[in-house]
């Protein structure tokens, strides 16, 4: 059974989804342009529309609006292109503030209109969704969440390593590095839901090929001070932490930490970061021992695909900083685009035709350090975790400590969907 934030609530969410549609398949509208491409929902003669659901008001406010604004500047590049298929690409966006109701309510409203999704924030939402989307809507949704439970749907593509993978990867970069050895006890706090219990299952399964021990502290995403949680750890003499949660949360943790003399390693999962953390009283902290993980170079780095990028979104948003959120907003926005010049080739822009597309799409954003493969719903579209530490000199606040590898660990580990 999947874990849920705010279960209850998005249990009842999930059968209202349900039964609100009464379509049976979404190919029975489908019409034929003049040029013989086939057309259903979110397309007409001249546009393209797609879907956004972020979150720039809630716990990943931050996150949402860098993602969001990048996806924009993907959108003005390609109509500036020409656009695909001899269509503008339209993005319509929706901000739930990382609310249960609000994001469904939101989900609800746009997907008549929209051939499919280039964002949704939040596991647990999107899994709220997922049976509707497989069984009625088939749109193509790219969640900006990377919960096993979401993989196995050919509609709803995880981009990157899933949260337990993740986990796994970081682990072992402490492993690698002498951080933790056979024996040690590791701390684990995390969000309770999917998110949190997914990057949970990494650790459990990374401890126990190393022989470590996981402590537990769950929390809840309104908890913003981590001082019990630190507490609890330090007693329990654990060598190291694992944080799954989001980055207010981070930042308190290893900034009480600090704070208390508590020195050792803490490493997190790509939701549980934010440059502008480092403009806070966690700042110092934060770059002395904390990491992070994540299935694309950073923002900020000298590698010609994030550098081109972050000249080109500096020159949009020049009042805005960089954050990897831009790089995880345009590489998913990109991805669909793909998708929808593969279907325009053969001549189908339904929701049917752009899924196969993305069945077809493998060695996809190598520019960013990591290539993606999308023709098995079952497994994310990449195991490899680059490894990054927060750095105040690098634009985008990170750096690569080390470069996308795969733990043996994460090899062999089968996500439970």
């Not at 981009?159 to 040690?184: H, M, P, Q, S």
Request: with cysteine; glycine share 12%; aromatic share 6%.
């Amino acid at each position: 059974m999947r874990m849920r934030v705010y279960g209850a609530v998005l249990a009842a969410l999930t059968l209202t989804l349900v039964g609100c549609s009464g379509k049976a398949d979404t190919g029975g509208g489908a019409e034929t342009d003049k040029t013989g491409v086939k057309t259903g929902e979110g397309v007409t003669d001249s546009k393209i529309t797609l879907g956004a659901l972020t979150d720039m008001t809630g716990v990943y406010a931050s996150l949402g609006k860098s993602v969001t604004q990048a996806q924009q500047l993907w959108v003005k590049e390609t109509n500036a292109a020409g656009g695909i298929c001899d269509r503008q690409i339209e993005l319509t966006v929706r901000d739930h503030g990382y609310d249960p109701q609000k994001a469904i309510a939101a989900y609800t409203e746009l997907e008549p209109d929209v051939l499919g999704f280039a964002q949704f924030i939040g596991s647990p939402f999107v899994a709220a969704v997922e049976q509707r989307v497989d069984g009625q809507d088939k749109g193509i949704v790219l969640p900006q969440a990377w919960s096993a439970n979401l993989l196995g749907s050919p509609y709803v593509r995880v981009i990157g390593a899933t949260y337990d993978v993740e986990t796994i990867n970081l682990i072992d970069y402490l492993l690698a590095e002498k951080r933790i050895t056979e024996g040690d006890k590791i701390g684990h706090v995390y969000f309770e839901g999917d998110y949190g219990e997914n990057a949970l299952a990494g650790s459990q399964h990374a401890a126990k090929e190393a022989g470590l021990t996981v402590v537990e502290q769950k929390i809840k995403p309104t908890d913003n001070d981590m001082t019990a949680q630190v507490s609890a750890l330090k007693q329990a003499g654990v060598k190291a932490i694992v944080i799954s949660a989001g980055p207010r949360q981070a930042a308190s943790l290893v900034g009480v930490a600090a704070a208390t003399g508590f020195n050792v390693p803490v490493v997190g999962n790509n939701s549980a970061y934010a440059p502008q953390l480092l403009a806070t009283q966690a700042g110092k902290a934060l770059q002395k021992d904390y990491y992070i993980g994540s299935s694309t170079l950073p923002i900020g780095d000298a590698a010609e695909g994030p550098a081109k990028l972050a000249k080109a979104y500096a020159a949009q948003y020049p009042k805005d900083g960089l954050d990897n959120g831009v790089i995880a907003g345009y590489n998913a926005a990109s991805v669909f685009g793909e998708a929808l010049k593969k279907a325009c080739e053969s001549k189908d822009l339904t929701r049917a035709g752009v899924g196969k597309a993305l069945l077809t799409i493998k060695g996809f954003g190598a520019d960013f350090g990591i290539s993606h493969d999308f023709t098995d719903p079952a497994a994310p579209s990449t195991r490899e975790t680059v490894i990054m530490k927060p750095d105040a000199k690098t634009p985008g606040g990170l750096k690569v400590v080390r470069p996308a590898e795969v733990a043996p660990a994460a090899a062999s580990f089968a996500s439970k969907s």
